[in-house]
Nanobody, 117 residues
Framework: HLVESGGGLVQAGGSLRLSCAAS???????MGWYRQVPGKQRELVAR???????DYADSVKGRFTISRDNPRNTVYLQMNSLKPEDTAVYYC??????????????WGQGTQVTVSS
């Protein structure tokens, strides 16, 4: 299971830190944070390899930082200088994702981030 948390309502320019706790060992797995707004496809915004190398979508580069704590099977997303267009439901998952369980795609419940202008 993947449990995302840390979302909320914040004003533009503010910060949030998202957490994703996995119920299984993920230290060998490249992980990422995705986001989705209604009517649009889910997009990958940040990724981190098992060794800690990171990459970001252009839209969040310089503002978001992904990190991981392998012993705790947890992935984080520090989001600074938030903009209204960052409003979305945020999910973590494998890259390439998603995890598959019993032959079906698995996503956690996500965490809602809302940025007011």
């Amino acid at each position: 299971h993947l449990v995302e948390s840390g979302g909320g309502l914040v004003q533009a320019g503010g910060s949030l830190r998202l957490s994703c706790a996995a119920s299984q060992t993920i230290f060998t797995i490249e992980m990422g944070w995705y986001r989705q707004v209604p009517g649009k496809q889910r997009e990958l915004v940040a990724r981190i390899t098992s060794a800690g190398s990171t990459d970001y979508a252009d839209s969040v580069k310089g503002r978001f930082t992904i990190s991981r704590d392998n012993p705790r099977n947890t992935v984080y997303l520090q989001m600074n200088s938030l903009k209204p267009e960052d409003t979305a439901v945020y999910y973590c998952n494998a890259v390439p994702g998603p995890f598959r369980i019993n032959g079906r795609d698995f996503w956690g419940q996500g965490t809602q981030v809302t940025v007011s202008s």
